[in-house]
């Protein structure tokens, strides 16, 4: 784990408050991998006293990229960051997503901001398996398929895609799925993550899912970030080191 004073080398803008922040951090660019994370420290002040943690969403060479909207006041300013400012940052961070293992092809679940580990997950993997994403919003304004492959859609109020969410339009495409090899990688809200855990236990799927969480300091000091556990010796688990990755079918989201 590095702390690294790490300078900004772009923000861009995308639609609808989203936002992408590429910083110019070596040290963790070479060793972070995909589902892993940042803690990061906004400001130098005491406001916001803590960091605010984020997945890494892809690396470019010595370059890493984080997405994000704006939610409240850290995200803010890091949106307002300029070219050359130092950001302090903490990282790589707990366990990421399993890329190797028997499966052929890796079905992406993502709900609205949900999607933000998958382009370097979908960079990593390379052509060494096939992809399909399958991402979902609430309406068309929430989905967001920046670095995506292989896309299917849904919203809630069908206003893009299928009417109906991620897991409803998984369950549509299962039969088919089902002929192939498939392990899913998920990542979105609370909610999303429950229906899909009881949908891969119903159907015998294999599933890694990111979870989120309130989070302080980020490496397992604190246990601000408790989780409950199950198939494990340990009721609980912390976000932070045992996680955020986890089988699906281990945690109760
Ligand atoms: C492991 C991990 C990875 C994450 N990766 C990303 C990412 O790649 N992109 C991204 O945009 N966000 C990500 N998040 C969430 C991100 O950390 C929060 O959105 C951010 O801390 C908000 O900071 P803020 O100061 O802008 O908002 P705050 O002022 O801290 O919060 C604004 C509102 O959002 C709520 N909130 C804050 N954090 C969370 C959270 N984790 N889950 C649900 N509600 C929350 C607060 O309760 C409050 O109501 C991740 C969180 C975790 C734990
Ligand atoms: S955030 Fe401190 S233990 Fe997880």
Do not use: W
């Not at 989203?18 to 040290?27: M, R, T």
């Not at 397992?220 to 009721?235: D, F, K, L, M």
């Amino acid at each position: 784990m590095f702390i690294a004073k790490a300078p900004v080398e772009e923000v861009i803008k995308l639609e609808n408050n989203i936002y992408i922040l590429k910083i110019f951090v070596p040290e963790i660019a070479s060793i972070i991998k995909p589902g892993e994370f940042l803690n990061v420290k906004v400001t130098d002040s005491c406001f916001p006293l803590l960091r605010r943690p984020f997945s890494v969403c892809d690396v470019e060479g010595d370059f890493i990229f984080l997405l994000f909207n704006i939610l409240g006041e850290g995200t803010k300013i890091l949106a307002h960051k300029h070219r050359g400012d130092l950001i302090d940052l903490l990282g790589p961070l707990g366990k990421g997503f399993n890329l190797d293992g028997k499966f052929d092809t890796a079905i992406i679940a993502a709900g609205g901001l949900g999607v933000a580990p998958f382009p370097y997950f979908i960079r990593e993997i390379g052509n060494k398996k096939e992809i399909k994403s399958f991402i979902g919003g609430r309406t068309k304004t929430d989905v967001i398929t920046y670095g995506m492959k292989n896309i299917t859609i849904s919203t809630d109020d069908g206003s893009l895609g299928i009417k109906g969410n991620v897991v409803e339009l998984l369950g549509q495409s299962i039969q088919k799925l089902k002929t192939e090899r498939i392990k899913v990688f998920a990542c979105g809200p609370s909610a999303m993550l429950r229906n899909l855990r009881e949908f891969c236990i119903s159907h015998n799927i294999e599933c890694e899912a990111s979870t989120e969480c309130a989070m302080a300091c980020g490496f397992g000091i604190c246990q601000g970030c408790p989780i409950e556990s199950v198939n494990t010796p340990e009721r609980y688990k912390l976000v932070c080191k045992d996680g955020p990755v986890f089988n699906i079918r281990d945690v109760i989201i």
